[in-house]
């Protein structure tokens, strides 16, 4: 009945059993340095997606396509963006070119994938640019990234497929936290078992996965070609989990990091469970529990929590629809601005041990694969941060067909992440960099 | 190397069936292939620009394969029909193909690319490995342990385009494993619990008149604190009112201009009393505000006053009708809210049954006899918990009569304390309407509500657990379960652990090497200080989360096709048409090598179907197929439809699930799907049908008076509900879904990149007016003529499929306010021709034709119960099968058990 408290009681028996402590944070260096990971004199680099499925308002979201560079006048659905209007990059005209559904503002979005790719298949994808950012960026944290998602609210919002916006190394969809409440509880459970219990813990766990991959390859050597490919699909939960457990005993012993937030309130929805999540993202970011998150938004009770009474879908298709579907369009618009807004406030506000800020760090994209109603071509794009050396304050007109991978290559190259191409990439965007 | 030789040699034999069968569709091209009819629209209005001569952006269309036999082909058309759709090409500047000519090759060249699409992802047949989905998940642990876990930790398999038992889609992930594992420790945890717990009964009645004395009490009290206001009220002000304190009155007006204030300064005028005169505390002497107070629940108390007057309070209690979201009844007591019974504290998680004896108020109106029950928190103040189900008050006040509920007290609501049980009358939530409710009664009565629902008593009661009731795999543990056991022999438990596994994996012997591991994992637990109950979790845990109890692996013999033995197939079955493992009966059958025999499968198939647990098929097959869980997509608007509330719409959910049970029970033909002279419903939605003479909360069969338009799934408020957005109707959804799920002809996906028709804005139109507008344009017309037709035959049924003649449009300004004299009301016209096919006056002539097309319901019907049942995509490779199956259904009348014979008789689903 009480669903948030009732996962949060099962996360509790989950952290007694699995995850253990351990986060480097600012005021946990000596733990940090003591980690494999040597601590870089540069600040590490960040990266954030945000996806909002259901894209935006045509008119009042877009800047003119007419006044590039840095003089363009914002539109009114970025306006409460105004005091960010010098970091953040507005690009136009990317696309996915292989994605063909209407309805998929986040399947493809960070994989560039073609849904029909494979023969014999009724579904393709491949890796998103996040895990491609967490596999580089990821070693040294506690967390090799987070995939934040908005559980049962996706399904009208727009995203299409998946579980998150997250797809691993082999195309399979990524599931995480799916609220505020089970996110602060991956980062944050504190744990006060023992050292040498978690230690024997730790074996004891090993002792069940090991178990859990005889089993596997028992049955493995009974079936045929096809079941085992799907087979593998457990093969690589399992080796999954060990790679957490390694990092895990590395981090054994490092007490968790103060959250610097109380824990959230469980039945948060829309608005305000953004905003929660957008702060829990930050706390992750701020004590260094992980370099790379990912979150799949809620729009369908966004605007609920908005008192807008027309569901998600509708109101995408607000043209010709009459004026209150494209004054909920446009409010839908304003309120995912400030809430943006606010995550870049407090980006900049958090210092790091430098002096310097986690914006100065930090990447952050926000957009969908979706234009607006059931249009794909020049995907909404919002990038700021200076992470990974963008050019920012600018409205950025790209060549028409530019494939969205050549941003997230751009991106992930200025983060510092060696990658050839991603996706159907052609290569960089040469004005994105600075 | 043999199997992939087998693959080819059957994608061969595939091509040349699919081209010599007549496909669904009317148009002459296979599926998935152009015709040179299509070449010579290219050759005149794409070559120029992109043909031999010139190639601009790289692209040519005159060496284009008509056949789209392979990807890089498939993907040429794609950018033909993203094009086309865009509006991009022909370039504007250059001559435009005829409207009616570029809506026919958009038609053509959209069903053909789905067509390649799903060809190019035909499976041929194979059926990817299928891990147990979420439900089955449940329902498996709760076959093998008795207990229900809470599987809402682990991902969705719904969402997808497939059903949720296609192993394709059905992966596992990231810690996945993990949350198998803690899951079931949880499980095994609360099974180890209630064999603890044993068989002690446990039963408790709640009288529900015992409240009354202290409302009673409370009640007196209220109003004579209400009189003792009203006392020193007019004590103070005839004191003001008095000549001689004119003068002193008029210059305290100054500040206090009000009564209410002036009495603030009673001290000051000669006469007036303390308000500690009439007994109230030394604070209202310098804050009157708090006596005031009182005057805020003068209408609760009457009302309550009210109620305290009524009959029959000696034996029992009446469920009030909110007011407010304050609790009426100055103070609350309880009875006077929703009355609540809390479960004692030595109740355990477990199935129950909880009993409600209650009759109808004298003078009660029909529509108001329906509770809502449910479950709460103790600490939960507000009244907002939804209710669990709804039920029909059958009794009277002289005769009451036991409603039953079956009711699960689950370990979650136990560990969260959730143990108040609520009875409220249905509405209570909906807390405008109780409003207005009370304020009309108000005005009428000067008291408020006439109650309805009159309460006995409720009580609740645990099911009996004998041991031989004891869950079967408990029962092959057969090991003591307590943590003090101190050692259990090591034979012993190697017997313990093997029997588990076996029943674990649904009687399939355990390897011996996955005994010897239990083992051990179960000592080194013990080493480490772990009890014998932590370690046997442990290790049966372990076999909880393995592969071979998450997948239904079939294994592989060498030759690619093989016969299922006969566990298998009782696997299948049982899944299939319970969505769980297969019981002691069909493990039998199959061990003794019956179960393939066709009249025993038959035989088995029936006695699934009859049993309860064969709603486990149909709620996920007909909720997916028919995409059922629209109906939840949406927040029906209250004010203009109160009532179809949350019992309703559940109800109207039910109908479709029932309506299907009925057919399946008594054999009875599909066709009735699409037109029926019967309706299958209960009380509470005959009474939102406005059909008479229906009691109770079973679900029956009613025969429809001559000329109504229920009777069918178009005539059923969740079908017609979904085709909405809660607000109004969205005839293109409702066209889409009857071609998709009615006629079996499902138009494409909705293409990206069409241009929106911007101009409507405030413009007064019908929706009819407003949607014909679609069909002005090529890129819509190609699908939409073929839709809206179908939607506007449907307009008769408002957005929460309530009958209607008209329906108004009102335009709105920015803000959204209704612009004034801008309100269109127009009497609906439901006629219509359907694209190229015949017209319709109205719905029941729409309805008429749609039901002559019960062959294509069937074969739509036939492929969707190919892919929940086979785990796997219905691809074009499963024509013939679609055929038999509707061949031999149709020998029967379309018979709707006869197509799960002839599924389960198929080659397909009898061998791996």
Redesign the interface.
């Known amino acids: ?3 948030p ?3 949060r ?2 996360l509790r ?2 952290t007694a ?2 995850a253990l402590p351990v986060l480097e944070s600012l005021g946990f260096r000596r733990f940090a340095s003591a980690a494999p990971a040597p601590v870089a004199a540069a600040r590490p680099k960040r990266m954030v997606f945000l996806g909002f499925g259901w894209g935006v308002t045509e008119q009042s979201w877009f800047p003119d396509v007419a006044q590039k560079g840095a003089g363009y006048t914002l539109p009114s659905g970025l306006a409460p963006l105004a005091r960010h209007k010098s970091d953040f990059t507005i690009v136009q005209g990317l696309v996915n070119k ?6 998929t503002g986040s399947t493809f979005w960070l994989t560039g994938a ?1 849904e ?2 494979a ?5 393709h994808n491949t890796i998103s640019a996040d895990q491609i950012a967490a596999d580089s960026l990821g070693k040294a944290t506690r967390f090799d990234s987070l995939v934040l998602d908005c559980g ?1 609210a ?3 919002s727009g995203h299409g ?1 998946g ?1 998150s916006l997250s797809w ?1 190394a082999r195309g ?5 936290p799916k609220t505020p409440v089970e996110a602060f509880h991956r980062l944050f459970a504190q744990e006060t078992t023992p050292i040498e219990v978690q230690k ?1 813990m730790l074996r ?1 766990r090993r ?3 090991d ?2 991959r ?3 390859r ?2 493995q050597r ?10 593998d ?2 093969f ?3 080796r ?2 060990e790679t ?1 457990l390694s990092r895990d005993e590395r981090w054994l012993g490092a007490p968790r990091p103060a959250p610097g937030l109380p824990e959230p309130k469980p039945s948060l929805a829309g608005y305000e469970e953004i905003a929660l999540m957008y702060d829990i993202m930050i706390a992750a970011l701020r004590t260094d529990s992980t370099r790379v998150l990912s979150y799949r938004q809620p729009v ?1 009770t966004l605007l ?1 929590s908005l008192d807008v ?3 998600a ?2 109101m995408s ?1 607000y ?6 579907y494209l ?1 909920a369009s446009e409010k839908r618009d304003r309120a995912q601005s400030e809430l943006l807004a606010g995550l870049l406030d407090k980006l900049k506000s958090t210092q790091e041990p430098d002096g310097s800020s986690l914006f100065d760090h930090t990447t952050v994209v926000y957009g969908s694969n979706i234009r607006t ?5 020049s995907c909404p794009t919002l990038l700021a941060g200076r992470g990974a050396g963008l050019r920012l304050g600018q409205n950025l007109v790209v060549a028409k067909d530019t494939p969205l991978c050549n941003a997230w290559l751009t991106l992930l190259r200025g983060s510092g992440v060696a990658v050839e191409r991603h996706g159907d990439s052609t290569g960089v965007i040469p004005h994105l960099l600075a | 190397m043999p199997t992939r030789v087998t693959l080819r040699l059957v994608s061969v034999n595939l091509l040349i069936f699919a081209v010599g069968v007549p496909a669904a569709r009317a148009a002459a091209a296979p599926a998935g292939a152009m015709t040179e009819r299509h070449r010579a629209f290219l050759a005149s209005n794409c070559q120029g620009c992109h043909g031999p001569e010139k190639q601009k952006g790289k692209f040519r269309v005159d060496d284009l394969p008509l056949t789209m036999a392979d990807l890089p082909a498939a993907e040429r058309w794609q950018k033909i029909l993203n094009a086309l759709n865009s509006g991009e090409m022909p370039p504007e500047d250059e001559a435009q193909p005829a409207p009616e000519a570029k809506a026919n090759f958009l038609d053509d060249l959209s069903h053909a690319m789905v067509g390649a699409r799903k060809r190019l992802a035909d499976q041929q047949g194979v059926i990817a490995l299928r891990r147990l989905n979420r439900r089955e998940y449940a329902n498996t642990l709760r076959d093998l342990l008795g207990v229900h876990v809470d599987v809402s930790a682990l991902p969705s398999d719904t969402g997808g385009p497939n059903f949720d038992t296609v192993g394709a889609s059905l992966f596992v992930n990231g810690n996945q494993f993990e949350i198998y594992e803690a899951l079931a420790q949880e499980a095994l945890e609360e099974a180890f619990n209630a064999s603890i717990v044993g068989s002690a009964p446990k039963k408790l009645r709640f009288e529900a008149e015992q409240a009354h004395p202290a409302f009673l009490k409370k009640n007196q009290e209220s109003l004579e604190a209400i009189d003792r206001m009203n006392r020193w009220i007019k004590a103070v002000d005839d004191a003001a009112a008095s000549p001689e304190n004119a003068t002193l009155v008029a210059r305290l007006r100054k500040d206090a201009p009000a009564d209410d204030d002036l009495r603030f300064h009673w001290h000051k005028i000669p006469g007036a009393p303390s308000p500690m005169n009439f007994g109230f505390s030394k604070e209202t002497e310098v804050n009157p505000r708090i006596i005031y107070r009182h005057r805020d629940y003068v209408d609760f108390v009457r009302y309550d006053e009210y109620y305290l007057r009524l009959s029959a309070l000696d034996r029992g209690a009446y469920l009030p009708v909110r007011s407010n979201t304050q609790p009426f009844g100055f103070g609350g007591t309880g009875i006077a809210t929703e009355p609540r019974f809390p479960i004692p504290r030595d109740f355990p998680a477990g199935d129950y049954v909880v009993r409600i004896c209650a009759g109808a108020a004298p003078g009660a109106p029909a529509e108001r006899l329906f509770l809502d029950f449910g479950l709460k928190g103790s600490f939960v103040v507000g009244t907002g918990t939804p209710a669990r189900s709804t039920h029909h008050v059958t009794g009277t006040l002289e005769a009451p009569e036991v409603i039953e509920i079956p009711f699960t007290l689950t370990r979650a609501n136990v560990e969260q304390n959730h143990r108040q049980l609520f009875v409220r009358e249905r509405g209570f939530l909906n807390l405008a309407r109780s409003q207005q409710q009370f304020r009309e009664a108000v005005q009428r009565n000067g008291h408020g509500p006439e109650v309805a629902i009159w309460i006995d008593w409720l009580e609740i009661e645990r099911r009996p657990v004998a041991p031989e009731t004891l869950s079967p795999g408990l029962r092959a543990l057969d090991l003591p379960l307590d943590a003090r056991v101190a050692d259990v022999p090591p034979e012993k438990l190697r017997g313990a652990l093997a029997r588990f596994a076996q029943e674990a994996y649904r009687g399939i012997p355990a390897p011996d090497g996955l005994v010897d591991r239990l083992l051990r994992l179960y000592d080194s637990r013990r080493a480490t200080g772990g009890t014998h109950r932590d370690a046997l979790k442990q290790a049966l845990a372990t076999v909880l989360s393995s592969p071979r109890f998450l997948y239904r692996a079939e294994p592989e013999a060498g030759a690619a096709r093989r016969p299922l033995d006969g566990l298998e197939l009782a696997t299948r079955l049982s899944y299939f048409l319970w969505g769980s493992p297969p019981d002691q009966t069909l493990r039998d059958l199959a061990a003794g090598g019956k179960l393939r025999q066709p009249e025993i499968l038959a035989a088995q198939a029936d006695r699934l179907l009859d049993h309860p647990g064969s709603a486990h098929f149909v709620r996920p097959f007909l909720g997916q197929w028919l995409t059922l869980d629209r109906v939840d997509l949406f927040q029906f608007n209250q004010t203009l439809y109160p009532k179809f509330d949350d019992a309703v719409k559940a109800a109207a959910r039910q109908e479709v699930y029932e309506t299907f049970s009925a057919l399946l029970r008594d054999n009875g033909s599909l066709g009735e799907l699409l037109s029926a002279d019967h309706v299958v419903i209960n009380a509470l939605l005959a009474d939102y049908y406005g059909i008479p003479g229906v009691s109770g909360d079973a679900f029956r069969k009613v025969a429809l008076p001559a000329g109504s338009p229920r009777g069918g799934l178009l005539g059923m408020a969740a079908i017609m509900a979904m085709g909405s957005n809660g607000q109004h109707t969205n005839p293109v959804e409702r066209g889409a879904w009857v071609l998709r799920k009615l006629l079996h002809e499902p138009p494409p996906p909705a293409p990206a990149n069409v241009p929106e028709l911007a101009r409507l804005g405030a413009q007064l139109l019908t929706a009819r007016e407003r949607l014909q507008l679609h069909q002005q344009e090529p890129q819509c017309a190609n699908c939409h003529r073929k839709i809206d037709p179908i939607g506007f035959g449907l307009e008769n049924f408002d957005a929460v499929g309530q009958w209607r003649t008209t329906d108004t449009y009102q335009a709105r300004d920015e803000a959204g306010k209704p612009l004034p004299n801008a309100k269109k009301t127009w009497t609906i016209d439901a006629a219509g021709v359907l694209h190229k096919g015949p017209a319709f006056r109205d719905y029941f002539e729409l309805r008429a034709i749609i039901a002559a097309k019960q062959e294509n319901f069937a074969r739509g019907f036939a492929s969707a119960l190919i892919e929940y049942a086979l785990g796997r995509p219905c691809g074009f490779s499963d024509e013939p099968l679609i055929a038999t199956i509707v061949a031999q259904a149709g020998a029967k009348s379309l018979a709707t058990r006869e197509f799960v014979h002839a599924l389960i008789r198929s080659p397909e689903f009898l061998s791996k």
């Open positions: 009945m009480n669903a408290q009732n996962r009681g099962f028996t989950g059993l699995i292989d994605v063909s559904g209407g309805h073609n029909f790719g023969p014999g298949q009724s579904f049962a996706a399904n009208a497929q579980l691993d399979k969809p990524m599931s995480g024997t004891q002792s069940v996965l178990n859990a005889e089993s596997a028992e049955l009974q079936l045929g070609k096809t079941d085992n490919a799907k087979l699909e457990y690589q939960s399992i999954d989990i957490r369908s609920t009474r027309i569901d879908h509708t298709h043209l010709g629809k009459g004026p209150e004054e109603g059931h249009t794909l071509d």
